[in-house]
């Protein structure tokens, strides 16, 4: 079955920096309607498919730990109300060093459902600053 992709029609515009030169592309598509927040989209589904998997992740035994949408939502929330009562701040920001797995999507989810979220990658750890306003 083929995967609809976005349309790859651009304008590009060369522009000349002050040693170097760059072209600046742009899609001539305009941007589709999209939630304000990326949690918004966990909240539509832990509406609308409460008990559908939304994150899974596979134990040592070879066994899946799944948690639902609903779970998610409801931890989202609570690690949120959490972190918000820890009077956090640019000058005092959280930084999550963890490997690819649920609690780290969920803490990021938190941060993200009330503030600004900055991410980098080094190897094989994630440093998230969460920059909390």
Same mark, same amino acid.
């Given at each position: !079955?083929?995967? /609809?992709?976005?349309?790859?029609?651009?304008?590009?515009? %060369? =522009?000349?920096?002050?040693? *170097?030169?760059?072209?600046?592309?742009?899609? +001539?598509?305009?941007?589709?309607? =999209?939630?304000?927040? !990326? +949690? %918004?989209?966990?909240?539509?589904?832990?509406? =609308?498919?409460?008990?559908? +998997?939304?994150?899974?992740? #596979?134990?040592?035994?070879?066994?899946? #730990?799944?948690?639902?949408?609903? %779970?998610?939502?409801?931890?989202? #929330?609570?690690? /949120?109300?959490?972190?918000? *009562?820890?009077?956090? @701040?640019?000058?005092?920001?959280?930084?999550?060093? @963890?490997?690819?797995?649920? %609690?780290?999507?969920?803490? +990021?989810? /938190?941060? !993200?459902? =009330?503030?600004? *979220?900055?991410?980098?990658?080094? *190897? @094989?750890?994630?440093?998230?600053?969460?920059?909390? #306003?």
């Amino acid at each position: !079955m083929p995967c /609809a992709l976005a349309s790859s029609a651009v304008r590009a515009r %060369e =522009h000349d920096d002050v040693n *170097t030169k760059s072209i600046l592309v742009r899609s +001539t598509v305009p941007v589709a309607p =999209h939630p304000a927040k !990326m +949690t %918004e989209r966990l909240e539509h589904w832990a509406l =609308h498919a409460p008990d559908r +998997t939304f994150l899974a992740k #596979r134990e040592g035994g070879g066994d899946w #730990r799944r948690i639902s949408y609903a %779970e998610s939502l409801a931890q989202v #929330r609570s690690i /949120a109300s959490a972190l918000l *009562t820890r009077k956090l @701040s640019a000058d005092r920001p959280i930084v999550l060093l @963890s490997g690819n797995d649920i %609690e780290h999507a969920l803490l +990021t989810l /938190a941060a !993200m459902k =009330h503030r600004d *979220t900055n991410c980098a990658h080094f *190897t @094989s750890l994630f440093a998230c600053v969460l920059r909390l #306003r």
